[in-house]
């Protein structure tokens, strides 16, 4: 696993096929097809999505959205944070840490982040040092978040 390296995606068609073989893993709550779609303007556009390339074949991706200190309602002090979604393996490469490189990637930029965990990976969650946040009726919408902090940074209270 060593010489493999996580990568921005470019927004390309290529790109949309490879997205195409998550989808057909039956994953499609996870499927960046439509983000991509969405998000499709040219190859040097900014991509919220990375990837782990074997070879030629993407074989686990993730997207990484920066929120905005203004908008956050789980950290104290306020601060940016990433909003990590979509985090998949193709299962033939699933448990020989490809996720965990993804995961260990986001955390590189020292900042909170925030996720919602597919059901059955709170046990892959919380070996990477997530934590379940404290529920918040109007701010989680009947979502169960995990965040990580670095150090330096604390949940929010709720009163």
Not at 72 to 100: A, C, I, N, S, T
Not at 121 to 139: P, V
Request: net charge negative; glycine share 6%.
């Amino acid at each position: 696993m060593n010489e493999v390296s996580v990568q921005k995606l470019l927004i390309n068609y290529k790109t949309l096929e490879e997205f195409k073989l998550f989808k057909e893993y039956g994953n499609q709550e996870l499927s960046m097809l439509e983000d991509l779609q969405n998000n499709f303007v040219e190859n040097d556009s900014e991509s919220p999505f990375y990837g782990i390339y074997y070879g030629e074949t993407l074989i686990a991706r993730m997207s990484l959205y920066k929120v905005e200190k203004k908008y956050d309602k789980y950290f104290e002090p306020r601060h940016d944070y990433l909003e990590l979604w979509k985090l998949e393996v193709l299962p033939h490469y699933q448990g020989k840490g490809y996720g965990e490189k993804l995961v260990n990637f986001a955390k590189s930029y020292q900042l909170p982040i925030k996720t919602n965990p597919r059901i059955n990976s709170h046990g892959f969650w919380e070996k990477m040092g997530f934590q379940k946040a404290k529920y918040e009726m109007e701010r989680d919408f009947g979502q169960n978040p995990l965040i990580w902090l670095p150090e330096g940074i604390h949940e929010k209270n709720i009163h």
